[in-house]
């Protein structure tokens, strides 16, 4: 069974970093395109950055510059490395993985807080 984990959330003042990272685990698979998504209270889920089975990276526009996607295809890991947070990008960071089965699916972790506050 397929397990998606994020750890390292937590409180951190405007101007601050923080480094997610994200561990897939389970039975022998393919891992094809990772990201993360962020979710504010009230408003909808979105995409914050992904890469690519070949590092092809994507960001959104309000985080560019500020935040470097990169995975480690032997640990199966995908990080987030945050740099001058802002208030706004308070929210739940979600990880995602595209892993092949019969076909590709995606799968969902459960979630890690980061707020930003002072």
């Known amino acids: 069974q397929v397990q998606v984990v994020e750890s390292g959330g937590g409180l951190v003042q405007p101007g601050g970093s923080l480094r997610l990272s994200c561990a897939v685990s389970g039975s022998t698979f393919s891992i094809g395109g990772m990201g993360w998504y962020r979710q504010a209270p009230g408003k909808q889920r979105e995409l914050v950055a992904t890469?690519?089975?070949?590092?092809?990276?994507n960001y959104a526009d309000s985080v560019k510059g500020r935040f470097a996607i990169s995975r480690d295809n032997a640990k199966n890991t995908v990080y987030l490395q945050m740099r001058s947070l802002k208030p706004e990008d308070t929210a739940v960071y979600y990880c995602?993985?595209?892993?092949?089965?019969?076909?590709?699916?995606?799968?969902w972790g459960q979630g890690t807080q980061v707020t930003v506050s002072s």
């Open positions: 995602n993985a595209y892993i092949k089965r019969n076909t590709w699916i995606a799968y």
């Open positions: 890469i690519g089975s070949g590092d092809s990276t």
